[in-house]
């Protein structure tokens, strides 16, 4: 079992920047693919990076290329989404998500464990 923790939502401006941490716990999680997913308010739930398990394969949706760098530091056992030149559209719940196979997925039901979200919330 992997429990995930998200921190490092809140409120900002259009253009500005955040970083989103994902703690993990639990054996074995070091060796997952992690992804960030966001949920906005009435749309259906969107891939927005990945990573694998050294940090050898990143993958990004077209909507946040060149501006959000998903990286993990498996020592500390957390994964980072780090958000640059944010958008109003960016504003979403943001989830953290570990997969137990080895290349990274954009199906948020490929994903084995999730969790509870942190809101962000862009400004224009």
């Known amino acids: 079992q992997v429990q995930l923790v998200e921190s490092g939502g809140g409120l900002v401006q259009a253009g500005d920047s955040l970083r989103l941490s994902c703690a993990a716990s639990g054996r074995g999680s070091t060796s997952y693919v992690m992804g960030w997913f966001r949920q906005a308010p009435g749309k259906e739930r969107e891939f927005v990076a990945g990573i694998n398990w050294n940090a050898g394969r990143t993958l990004y949706s077209d909507s946040v290329k060149g501006r959000f760098t998903i990286s993990r530091d498996n020592a500390k056992n957390s994964v980072y989404l780090q958000m640059n030149s944010l958008k109003p559209e960016d504003t979403a719940v943001y989830y953290c998500?570990?997969?137990?196979?080895?290349?990274?997925?954009?199906?948020?039901?490929?994903?084995?464990?999730w969790g509870q979200g942190t809101q962000v919330t862009v400004s224009s």
């Open positions: 998500a570990a997969d137990r196979d080895f290349s990274v997925n954009v199906k948020g039901d490929g994903y084995d464990y």
